[in-house]
């Protein structure tokens, strides 16, 4: 199934049509950021993405930090 020339303008008219010219740029601006997002959520493998904390965590160590105190 290959997609030519005159189906993809028709495409397009017809995501026009039915989106409108205000909220298609925002619609392609969103579809854009999604995928950035994804992207880089692919690619960050390494050992950064894994030494991050979440604030729950962060609170845990800091509650063991309080409690040697005592």
């Known amino acids: ?14 995501v026009l049509l039915l989106f409108g010219s205000t909220r ?3 619609l392609s601006r969103s579809i ?5 997002e994804l992207r880089e959520g692919f690619t960050s493998k390494g050992p ?3 030494n991050k904390k979440t604030p ?3 609170k845990k160590t800091e509650y063991k930090k309080d409690e040697n105190k005592v």
């Open 48 to 50: 950064s993405s894994e």
């Open 24 to 26: 298609l740029p925002k």
């Open 1 to 14: 199934m290959n997609f030519g020339l005159p189906e993809l303008i028709i495409i397009l008219i017809i």
């Open 56 to 58: 729950a965590e962060d």
């Open 32 to 36: 854009g950021e999604s995928f950035k």
